[in-house]
């Protein structure tokens, strides 16, 4: 099971945040636990020409960061 939402702050900006409960408990199974697990959030901001996006989810104790510009 993978839960979302998508939170419109305006018309033109976004958050987002989800969890991968599968994702989350193969993580956790070797003790390397950040407590995040499974999470991820991003945010979109949207302009006329241009749409800027970033994205961010835990991996045990790191993180893994995307980012895109669209014209």
Do not use: M, P
């Amino acid at each position: 099971i993978v839960l979302g939402t998508q939170l419109y702050l305006s018309e033109k900006c976004t958050i987002q945040a989800g969890y991968n409960f599968q994702r989350g408990y193969d993580l956790n199974a070797y003790n390397f636990t950040s407590g995040f697990n499974g999470f991820s959030f991003g945010a979109s901001l949207l302009l006329k020409k241009l749409h800027v996006h970033y994205a961010t989810g835990f991996y045990q104790q790191s993180l893994f960061h995307h980012f895109s510009i669209t014209l």
